[in-house]
């Protein structure tokens, strides 16, 4: 008695042991509809604005691709006009020359950084007291840290 229950167990020790033939899709559901809900979630936020029928016009762009203008200070208090040095005096006469009177050229002012922050704004006070409007500071980015 106690051989045949043990010679049983083998022979169903043996069927336990077989690979199942069958592939098992319930994982696969799971994922594809988990899948199906994200985009459906996301698919209304990747649409950006609305949609509207713009008019046609035949005005001139606003950003005009014209190359700035750069106006230096130098540590001395020095005024150098692209890369020519130029006087206090001279400096809207010069700049209305070279932006051949365009009063939306654009000019950026660069100064050394240990210079007067009065004789910045007395500089950028003369270039728009000349009638120009797009006038802006430039600064040096800081290097990140490796």
């Known amino acids: 008695m106690g051989m045949s229950a043990g010679g049983g167990a083998r022979k169903g020790g043996r069927r336990r042991n077989r690979a199942a033939s069958e592939i098992n899709v319930t994982p696969l559901v799971d994922v594809m509809l988990v899948l ?55 400096l809207v006469a010069q700049l209305k020359t070279l932006a051949q009177d365009d009063p939306n050229h654009r000019i950026f002012v660069r100064a050394d950084a240990h210079i007067d922050y009065g004789r910045v704004m007395q500089v950028m006070g003369q270039i728009t007291s000349g009638g120009f409007t797009h006038v802006a500071l430039l600064a040096q980015q800081p290097q990140s840290g490796p």
Do not use: C, H, W
């Open 36 to 90: 199906l809900i994200i985009f459906m979630v996301t698919a209304p936020m990747m649409t950006s604005g609305v949609n509207v029928d713009l008019p046609k016009t035949d005005a001139s762009p606003v950003n005009a691709d014209t190359k700035p203008i750069t106006v230096s200070l130098r540590g001395d208090g020095s005024i150098y006009l692209g890369e020519d040095p130029v006087s206090g005096d001279q």
